[in-house]
C-alpha cells in the first residue's frame, strides 16, 4: 500500500492521547497494509533506527536556494517550529505548482528501499535535483514524513509498548512473547514482519535476542513500612546495563537499548565463550579499578562506548568488568518465572566456581554483584549516603520473592538515589527550545559568583513546569539585554536551585568545574542574585566529596 | 524626514492616536472619543465617552457590553469629517462588521487595516482593497510558515474527525465570535448531519448574526444537565476559555479540538492539551499580508500586533518598502 497510508497513520498517531485509541489505529493498519509495509512501519515508529541521511541544515539550505528564500528568513521560521523537517514542509505549501503527482502511489517500501537509500549516494548536484523533483511529485500530505525520514528525526508518541500492545492483540499472543520478539535489531523484510505475528511460538527463533529488561520504580514511602528482611539490597552502579548471553556457544552483549554491543568490548565476549554452561545474565558493564576494587567513573567508561573493535591497549587503559546482579536463563531453561532469592542461588551456584577456579579463571572481567546486608531502614540510608565513596549512585533494593517479569513494573524493584548536590544560581541566558517546545526559551544557563562576576558554570533544560516554563519565558522576553541568534543574555535577577550528581574539575570550562545531569530543582523566587553561591562554594562541595 | 510626533496617526501611551483629530483608534483604557475596528474584547475597551464604529460592530459590541453606551454608526465607504480630516470604514474581512479605517488629510492618505484576513468567509463583507500612502497593518501570522489551507478543506477536516468518532462527543473550541459563526457555516456544508451544540456565549452571537441576516444554522443551546447520550455523536462548539478546569467534567467520553491558526505548528499543536487542531484564522497568512501590502501601493508600513521583526527585515530587503518604527 501506499505512503499515503503511512503519512495517515502518522498524522492519526499523532493527535491522539488515547492508548486505546492508538492501539486500535495501529492494529487496523496492520491488517490492511502489505507484511513489508508494515515492517517499515514498525521500523519507523518504533525508532529502531534514525538514520540521517542528509542534515537538517542542508535540507533548509537547499529550500532557500531553490525558492529564493533569505537564509535568515528560514532560520526565524525554525525558531518557531523547531524542526527542520517541519519548517521546510510547511514552507513548500502551495510551492509545488506540479499537478503530476506521479509519486502519489508510492509504497512505504519502495521509499525506503529504494528511493532513499539510492538518493544518498548520489553527488551533490545529483541529490539537490533528485530532493527538488521528489518534493515536486509526492502529494504534499507526505512531505512531512519525506523530510523527516530524510533528516532522521523522525519521532511520535508511540512506544515499543505500543506496538508490543498492538501486534499482541491482533494476533491474541502474550505481550512478553511479542516484547521478546521485538528486542534487538529488527531488519525490515517480509520475514521479519511474519515473524513477529507468527501465531506459533517457537522458543528456539528467539535465541540471539535478550528478554525484555525488568527496570527499577523511583522509591516511595510505602516501602519502608515492610520488614527489611523482604528484600535484597545491591549498590546502584552508574555504567551500561546489559544482558550478557550465552547461547549454543554463541555470546551476545545486549544493552538495555537494545543494541548488540559485542565489537566494543571483544575481550568479555571471549572470555564468556570459554565458559561450558548455556546462560543469560543481567547485570552492569563498568570500566574497574582494580587495584581498589572500585569503580571507575562513567566519563572513561564513555571512551569505550563507542569506539569499536577496541586496540589492546585501550583495553588494558581502560578495563572493564561485568557485575552479574541476575541469571534468567541456565543451559536453556528459562528461570524468570522463580523468585529473586532462588535465582541469586543458582546465580551463585553457577558462577562463584569461575570467579576462583584457575583453569577458568575470569574475575579480571567478571564478578558476581556484592549485597549489601542494612540491619534496618535507618542503616540502609546509612548505606545509600556512603554510595558516593565507592562511586556508585545508591541503592538498588529488589523483593526477594520477585519474578523477573518485563518494563517498569511496580512494586517489585527499586531505586534509592543518593541526594543530588545542589547550588543556587543566576539565569544568565537563555536559548529557544526545539521540538515540542520550540517558540519558547527553555535552555537555560546559569551562574555562579567569582568575585564581583558571575562566571557560567552549567546550562539546564529539565525540572520546571510547564506553567514556570511559561511564565519565565515571559520574563525572558521582557528582561533580554542582547540577542545573539537563537540565544540571549539576560539581566542577571532570577535564582534557580540546581541539582547535579557528580562535580569535578574541568579545563574545558571557564569555571573550572564541570557537573554531570545539571537539572532545575526549584525556582528561588525568595532569594536575590548576591544570595546565590559562589565558585569557592562549588569547589569546597568538590572537596567534601572526594 | 518627519519626526514621529509629525506624522497624523501615531502611538501614544501604546494605542494609535491621531492628534489632529484626537481620537483614539481601538484604545484599550478609557479617551474621549474612540473609533473602533471591531467588537473582539482586545479592540474595545469600556468606559469611552464616545465611540465610532460600523452597524454591525455597534449592534455586536451592545449586545456583549450591555445597551447604555454611546456609539455613532457609519455605513461602509460613508465619509466623515473630523477636524478637517476625512475619515471611513472599509471592509476588512475579519468578522462580521469588521473595518479598515482610512484618514485623509492634506491629500495623505493613511489606512489602519484592522484585524484583516483575504480568505473567502461568508459570514462576513470580504475584503476591500484600499489605496493608501501609509499602512497601518496587523501582522499576527508574519513568517512563511503560515499559509492557510481552503476554508472547505479545514470543514471536511472537521465533519470527518467528527464522524470517525459516532461513540464520542467532539468538542470544537473556538472563539465566541466570528470563528464560531464561521465554522457553523462551513460545517454545515459538509457531509456531517448531527447535531450542533453552542456554549451560551457562542449561542448568543449566533443569534445577532442571524438578525443581522447571515444565514447560519441553528443550534442547540447547551445545558449543563444535558443527558450523555443526547450529545454523543454531536458537536459542541465551546469558548477556548472553558477548555481548562472543571467545566468538562460535564461531558464524558470526549474528543477535543482548537481551530485557529496557530495549530498549524506541531509543537504549538502538542502543546495546546487539545487531542487535534485545525488551522483555521481569521487573520491574513504571510502571502495575505504581503498581498495587501502590495495592492494599497503603500510606500510606508508600520507594523501593529504580533511579531513583525522578519516580515519588516524582508519588505525592506526584497521590495524595497520603508518600515516606520514609531516606539510604544
Known sequence: ?546 | MRTKEEYLIRYKDGNLYCELADIWIDPSKPVKKALITHAHFDHFTFGCEEYISTKETAILIKERAGDNIKIKTFEYGEEFKINGIKISFHPSGHILGSSQIRFIFAEEKWLISGDFKLQKDETCKQYEIVKTDYLISECTFGLPIFKWDETNKIANDISKWITNSPEKTSLLFCYSLGKAQRLLYEISKTNFKGNIYSHGSIYKMNNCYKELGIDIKDTIKIESKKKIDELKGSLVLLPPSLSKGSYLKNFKNIQTAFASGWMSIRALRKRSGYDKGFAISDHADWDGILEVIKKSEAKNVFFHHGDSEALSKYLVEKESINILFFGK
Open chain 1, 1 to 546: 500500500m501506499s505512503l499515503n497510508k503511512f503519512s495517515e497513520l502518522f498524522c492519526d498517531l499523532d493527535s491522539m492521547n488515547s492508548t486505546n485509541n492508538k492501539i486500535e489505529v495501529l492494529k487496523s493498519y496492520f491488517l490492511s497494509n502489505e507484511p513489508i509495509d508494515n515492517s517499515w512501519a514498525i521500523y519507523l515508529l518504533t525508532g529502531k533506527s534514525n538514520k540521517r541521511f542528509i542534515s537538517g541544515r542542508y535540507l533548509k539550505n537547499l529550500f532557500a536556494q531553490i525558492y529564493k528564500y533569505p537564509q535568515w528568513l528560514i532560520d526565524t521560521c525554525y525558531l518557531k517550529v523547531g524542526d527542520s523537517a517541519e519548517v521546510i514542509t510547511l514552507l513548500l505549501k502551495n510551492k509545488t505548482t506540479s499537478r503530476h503527482k506521479e509519486l502519489s502511489n508510492i509504497s512505504l517500501n519502495e521509499l525506503l528501499s529504494k528511493t532513499i537509500p539510492e538518493l544518498s549516494k548520489l553527488n551533490e548536484k545529483e541529490k539537490n535535483f533528485k530532493i527538488k523533483n521528489m518534493w515536486e511529485t509526492l502529494p504534499e500530505d507526505n512531505h512531512l514524513i519525506f523530510n523527516k525520514i530524510l533528516t532522521g528525526t523522525f519521532r511520535v508518541g508511540v512506544s515499543i509498548g505500543l506496538i508490543t500492545k498492538s501486534i499482541s492483540k491482533l494476533i491474541n499472543i502474550d505481550e512478553e512473547i511479542i516484547s521478546h520478539r521485538l528486542m534487538g535489531n529488527f531488519e525490515p523484510s517480509i520475514d521479519s514482519y511474519k515473524f513477529l505475528v507468527n501465531k506459533n511460538i517457537n522458543l528456539q527463533e528467539l535465541n540471539s535476542k535478550p528478554f525484555p529488561f525488568l527496570l527499577a520504580n523511583t522509591i516511595e514511602d510505602k516501602i519502608f513500612k515492610h520488614s527489611i528482611n523482604d528484600f535484597q539490597f545491591e549498590w546502584k552502579y552508574d555504567g551500561i546495563r546489559m544482558q550478557l548471553i550465552k547461547r549454543s556457544g554463541n555470546v551476545s552483549l545486549w544493552t538495555r537499548g537494545q543494541e548488540l554491543v559485542n565489537e566494543s568490548f571483544p575481550e568479555l565476549v571471549e572470555k564468556m565463550s570459554h565458559i561450558k554452561d548455556d546462560f543469560v545474565l543481567d547485570g552492569e558493564l563498568l570500566v574497574w579499578n582494580f587495584k581498589e576494587q572500585i569503580a571507575c567513573d562513567f566519563s572513561l567508561l564513555q571512551k569505550r562506548i563507542n569506539r569499536k573493535s577496541p586496540t589492546r591497549s585501550i583495553q588494558i587503559k581502560y578495563p572493564i568488568i561485568f557485575i552479574a546482579y541476575d541469571l534468567l536463563e541456565i543451559n536453556g531453561r528459562d528461570i524468570r518465572e522463580i523468585k529473586l532469592e532462588n535465582r541469586r542461588i543458582e546465580l551463585e551456584k553457577y558462577f562463584s566456581k569461575c570467579q576462583n577456579k584457575t583453569e577458568n579463571n575470569i574475575s579480571d572481567i567478571f564478578k558476581i554483584c556484592d549485597l549489601i546486608f542494612p540491619k534496618d531502614w535507618p542503616d540502609a540510608l546509612t548505606y545509600k549516603e556512603k554510595s558516593r565513596e565507592n562511586n556508585t549512585e545508591g541503592l538498588i533494593i529488589k523483593k526477594k520473592t520477585s519474578i523477573y517479569s518485563s518494563g517498569r513494573k511496580k512494586g517489585i524493584w527499586w531505586k534509592y538515589k543518593v541526594d543530588p548536590m545542589q547550588l543556587d544560581a543566576v539565569l544568565i541566558y537563555a536559548k529557544g527550545g526545539s521540538g515540542r517546545r520550540a517558540g519558547l526559551y527553555t535552555d537555560y544557563s546559569f551562574a555562579l559568583w567569582k568575585d564581583q562576576e558571575l562566571i557560567k558554570f552549567a546550562s539546564a533544560y529539565s525540572g520546571l513546569t510547564n506553567i514556570e516554563i511559561k511564565e519565565l519565558d515571559k520574563w525572558i522576553r521582557k528582561n533580554t539585554i542582547e540577542k545573539f541568534g537563537p540565544v540571549r543574555s539576560l539581566k542577571p535577577e532570577m535564582v534557580f536551585e540546581i541539582s547535579f550528581e557528580k562535580i569535578q574539575i574541568s579545563k574545558r570550562h571557564k569555571s573550572g568545574i564541570a557537573v554531570r545531569f545539571p537539572r532545575i530543582t526549584k525556582w528561588r523566587k525568595d532569594k536575590k542574585i548576591n544570595d546565590a553561591d559562589s565558585l569557592d562554594n562549588a569547589y569546597e562541595l568538590m572537596k567534601k566529596i572526594s
